[in-house]
């Protein structure tokens, strides 16, 4: 009882109930207004054949008086059909015609009878009545003439119009039981499943997912977009455990040499030279902390979103041009040759700062990593291909394996596991945090596929053209 319940408050059920009532409302109004404008038309016909029938009669009445009258209506009388003949006496006795019986005050008004009565034909049995239109005529010796017709056959018509209403309704009334049934049991079916699944995600377990069976109706498109979501949530947890591990990992060391090296300064003796010495050293090693605290930060504040209200028109030409001016003389000085190719007027929507910071990094790390052959180079390069800004930052240093492409772009992720360059590991993160803010992706190329020694590393910012 408690699963019919379950399934009479599905959705599917009261929108199955809701359609077939009202199909059956708008069928009843439908037989209604079809079977007054059928009874409307048949009593015109049987007005008109009356009134036919009538003159008729009035002509042989006119023609040969009573008698003549009387003649007329026996001949008309004992022809096959559904015409009613009867001529009566002032007292409401029949004298002539086919009916043996009527039902008291027709004759008593002259006209068209208001109302169907019932009669008696000539030969039948006490217990058969038929119903009957007519329009009566007072003759001018007091005698009543009436001509009708039998309305039997409309209102058998009637009768098989509402007959086979009650069997429509039924139908779909049966019908309609059978949609509730399959359909809210297979709708029940399909939420219990989606309620152990959520159950065991509910217990933990995040790498379950909603089922999707294909049929592309409102459950799939709910279970696709709750499992995109559970998906994301799954990558967001995994990224915070990756990111828990990289900050533990990456963080004890330079703690633990800040811990060491005041621990050395309080023990030494070397004087207020050594103690200054330590000192500096020390709040190096807590700039670099804060260093990495900020980019955290900042990543996780680009991820959110709330950088978003900055927005506005920035020009990414003058933006890049500045900033490969900037480090031009750093590459210089490692022998670095820094090349820019900007496209002129390519302004997109977005926040300056986050924009510059990624550059920046994009150009900080290809100039630590470009240190391949003999000649190394660096090129910044703008441009706008099919609606597209392509920002790209490319060197010709040794490159990322394509199968650690991906991890690069992780936290804490890097490829020098002896961390001997400096760095934390949070560059890449930022830019293609800083990407997806302004609607873009991150994408990591060979510069050079041909040098198989030192391909390089093409680091490109696709972002939505000029709005």
Same mark, same amino acid.
């Given at each position: 009882?408690?699963?019919l319940?379950?399934?009479?408050?599905?959705?599917?059920?009261?929108?199955?109930?809701?359609y077939?009532?009202?199909?059956?409302?708008?069928?009843?109004?439908?037989?209604?207004?079809?079977?007054?404008?059928?009874?409307?038309?048949q009593?015109?016909?049987?007005?008109?054949?009356?009134?036919?029938? %009538?003159? *008729?009669?009035?002509?042989?009445?006119?023609r040969?008086? &009573?008698? #003549? +009258? =009387? !003649?007329?209506i026996?001949r008309?009388?004992?022809?096959?059909?559904?015409?009613?003949?009867?001529?009566?006496?002032?007292?409401?006795?029949?004298i002539?015609?086919?009916?043996?019986?009527?039902?008291?005050?027709?004759?008593?008004?002259?006209g068209?009878?208001?109302?169907?009565?019932?009669y008696?034909?000539?030969?039948?049995?006490?217990?058969?009545?038929?119903?009957?239109?007519?329009?009566?005529?007072?003759?001018?010796?007091?005698?009543? %003439?009436? *001509?009708?017709?039998?309305?039997?056959?409309?209102?058998? &018509?009637? #009768? +098989? =119009? !509402?007959?086979?209403?009650?069997?429509?309704?039924?139908?779909?009334?049966?019908?309609?039981?059978?949609?509730w049934?399959?359909?809210?049991?297979?709708?029940?079916?399909?939420?219990?499943?989606?309620?152990?699944?959520s159950?065991k995600?509910?217990?933990?377990?995040?790498?379950?997912?909603?089922?999707?069976?294909?049929s592309?109706?409102?459950?799939?498109?709910?279970?696709?977009?709750?499992?995109?979501?559970?998906?994301?949530?799954?990558? %967001?947890?995994?990224?915070?455990?990756?990111?828990?591990?990289?900050?533990a990992?990456? +963080?004890?060391t330079?703690?633990?040499?800040?811990?060491?090296?005041?621990e050395?300064?309080?023990?030494?003796?070397?004087?207020?030279?050594?103690?200054?010495?330590a000192?500096?050293?020390?709040?190096?090693?807590?700039?670099?902390?804060?260093?990495?605290?900020?980019?955290?930060?900042?990543?996780?504040?680009?991820e959110s979103?709330?950088?978003?209200?900055?927005?506005?028109?920035?020009d990414?030409?003058?933006?890049?041009?500045?900033?490969?001016?900037?480090?031009?003389?750093?590459?210089?000085?490692?022998?670095?040759?820094?090349?820019?190719?900007?496209?002129?007027?390519?302004?997109?929507?977005g926040?300056?700062?986050l924009?510059?910071?990624?550059l920046?990094?994009?150009?900080?790390?290809?100039?630590?990593?470009?240190?391949?052959?003999?000649?190394?180079?660096?090129?910044?390069?703008?441009?706008?291909?099919?609606?597209?800004?392509?920002?790209?930052?490319?060197?010709?240093?040794?490159?990322i394996?394509?199968?650690?492409?991906?991890?690069?772009?992780?936290?804490?992720?890097?490829l020098?596991?002896?961390?001997?360059?400096?760095?934390?590991?949070?560059?890449?993160?930022?830019?293609?945090?800083?990407?997806?803010?302004?609607g873009?992706?991150?994408?990591?190329?060979?510069?050079?596929?041909?040098?198989?020694?030192?391909?390089?590393?093409?680091?490109?910012?696709?972002?939505?053209?000029?709005?």
């Amino acid at each position: 009882m408690s699963r019919l319940r379950a399934m009479l408050s599905t959705t599917a059920v009261r929108l199955s109930a809701l359609y077939l009532g009202l199909f059956a409302l708008c069928a009843i109004a439908l037989v209604f207004y079809v079977t007054a404008i059928s009874e409307g038309m048949q009593r015109d016909r049987t007005q008109n054949a009356i009134a036919d029938e %009538l003159r *008729v009669v009035a002509t042989a009445y006119r023609r040969s008086g &009573v008698a #003549g +009258l =009387v !003649r007329v209506i026996e001949r008309r009388s004992r022809q096959p059909g559904a015409n009613l003949y009867a001529i009566a006496m002032p007292t409401g006795d029949l004298i002539a015609g086919n009916i043996a019986a009527l039902q008291p005050g027709v004759l008593d008004q002259e006209g068209w009878t208001t109302l169907p009565f019932r009669y008696q034909r000539n030969g039948d049995t006490a217990d058969e009545q038929h119903r009957a239109l007519a329009q009566v005529v007072f003759l001018p010796n007091g005698m009543r %003439l009436m *001509v009708g017709r039998d309305i039997g056959e409309r209102e058998q &018509v009637r #009768g +098989l =119009v !509402r007959q086979a209403l009650v069997i429509a309704l039924a139908i779909m009334f049966a019908g309609a039981l059978a949609i509730w049934f399959f359909v809210g049991r297979r709708a029940l079916k399909r939420i219990d499943h989606m309620s152990e699944a959520s159950k065991k995600i509910l217990a933990g377990d995040l790498a379950q997912r909603l089922p999707v069976n294909g049929s592309g109706d409102e459950f799939d498109r709910l279970s696709l977009s709750l499992n995109a979501m559970l998906g994301r949530i799954e990558r %967001l947890n995994e990224g915070l455990r990756q990111v828990s591990d990289n900050i533990a990992h990456d +963080l004890k060391t330079p703690l633990t040499r800040l811990r060491n090296r005041a621990e050395a300064a309080l023990a030494g003796d070397g004087g207020g030279d050594s103690h200054r010495e330590a000192l500096e050293q020390m709040i190096a090693d807590s700039d670099q902390l804060i260093r990495t605290f900020n980019a955290l930060l900042m990543i996780s504040r680009v991820e959110s979103g709330s950088s978003t209200a900055q927005m506005s028109d920035v020009d990414l030409s003058g933006l890049a041009s500045d900033a490969a001016e900037l480090y031009e003389p750093l590459a210089e000085e490692q022998g670095i040759r820094l090349t820019a190719r900007i496209e002129p007027g390519v302004t997109i929507r977005g926040n300056r700062e986050l924009l510059a910071q990624a550059l920046s990094n994009l150009i900080d790390n290809a100039v630590k990593y470009a240190d391949g052959g003999e000649t190394p180079e660096i090129a910044v390069t703008l441009t706008r291909e099919r609606g597209e800004v392509r920002l790209a930052v490319t060197d010709n240093g040794p490159g990322i394996p394509p199968d650690r492409r991906e991890d690069v772009v992780k936290r804490f992720v890097r490829l020098d596991e002896s961390r001997s360059k400096p760095g934390t590991g949070l560059g890449l993160s930022l830019v293609q945090a800083v990407a997806a803010l302004h609607g873009g992706t991150l994408q990591l190329h060979d510069a050079s596929p041909e040098d198989r020694d030192n391909p390089g590393l093409a680091v490109i910012m696709v972002l939505p053209g000029e709005k």
